[in-house]
T-cell receptor, first 113, second 115 residues
Framework: GDSVTQTEGQVTVSESKSLIINCTYS????????LFWYVRYPGEGLQLLLK?????QKGSSRGFEATYNKEATSFHLQKASVQESDSAVYYC??????????FGTGTKLQVVP | EAAVTQSPRNKVTVTGGNVTLSCRQT?????MYWYRQDTGHGLRLIHY???????QIGDVPDGYKATRTTQEDFFLLLELASPSQTSLYFC??????????????FGAGTRLSVL
């Protein structure tokens, strides 16, 4: 089946520094996947951060952005300047046409002063 | 405000015990899902449903039953709980548009411990 890979289990970044969290989406069939980034704050459920439905499209929200590169199958999450309030767990998700979402293993972001 | 509500938030049971996790959504979505979240595995789909009385299997259905009684309510049943089912469980709802799954809306999760 389709798979989503996040390589970093935990990332520590200093406040005001830049962030990149890697995600790759691999589909077993040709299609037009919807790609998502979700965020989970302590004690809460996952909530949508951003999504894209077209290759080359950029999604953005709260200073985060991600672009789906179909050739590289990548959908990395980036932010130019992180804040302490961004500390959370980030999940990459992907759903090809006709299938339900698969998720990466999640990346815990810790922003330190 | 549209929401997905799970109960209980925490549950402890013993091996062989009977557990029911409840989920209610007020999003008017047709689809509902049960995921489990484990360190190193991310979220894995157990069961899902596209309407009352319907049930579909996900990627990790073994040891779980589920039932969708209404459009709003979806239950996950563990009839003979095992320690391997200790996990954080999330319920979610969504719509599908043009054959593709849309954004998932999640509950806050139920933490289950099987001793």
């Amino acid at each position: 089946g389709d798979s989503v890979t996040q390589t970093e289990g935990q990332v520590t970044v200093s406040e005001s520094k830049s962030l990149i969290i890697n995600c790759t989406y691999s589909a077993t069939s040709i299609g037009y996947p919807n790609l998502f980034w979700y965020v989970r704050y302590p004690g809460e459920g996952l909530q949508l951060l951003l999504k894209v439905i077209t290759a080359g499209q950029k999604g953005s929200s709260r200073g985060f952005e991600a672009t789906y590169n179909k050739e590289a199958t990548s959908f990395h999450l980036q932010k130019a300047s992180v804040q302490e309030s961004d500390s959370a767990v980030y999940y990459c998700g992907g759903a090809n046409s006709g299938t339900y979402q698969r998720f990466g293993t999640g990346t815990k972001l810790q922003v330190v002063p | 405000e549209a929401a997905v509500t799970q109960s209980p938030r925490n549950k402890v049971t013993v091996t062989g015990g009977n557990v029911t996790l409840s989920c209610r959504q007020t999003n008017s979505h047709n689809y509902m899902y049960w995921y489990r979240q484990d360190t190193g595995h991310g979220l894995r789909l157990i069961h899902y449903s596209y309407g009352a009385g319907n049930l579909q299997i996900g990627d990790v259905p073994d040891g779980y039953k589920a039932t969708r009684t209404t459009q709003e309510d979806f239950f996950l049943l563990l009839e003979l709980a095992s320690p391997s089912q200790t996990s954080l469980y999330f319920c979610a709802s969504s719509e599908w548009t043009g054959g593709s799954q849309n954004t998932l809306y999640f509950g806050a999760g139920t933490r289950l411990s099987v001793l």
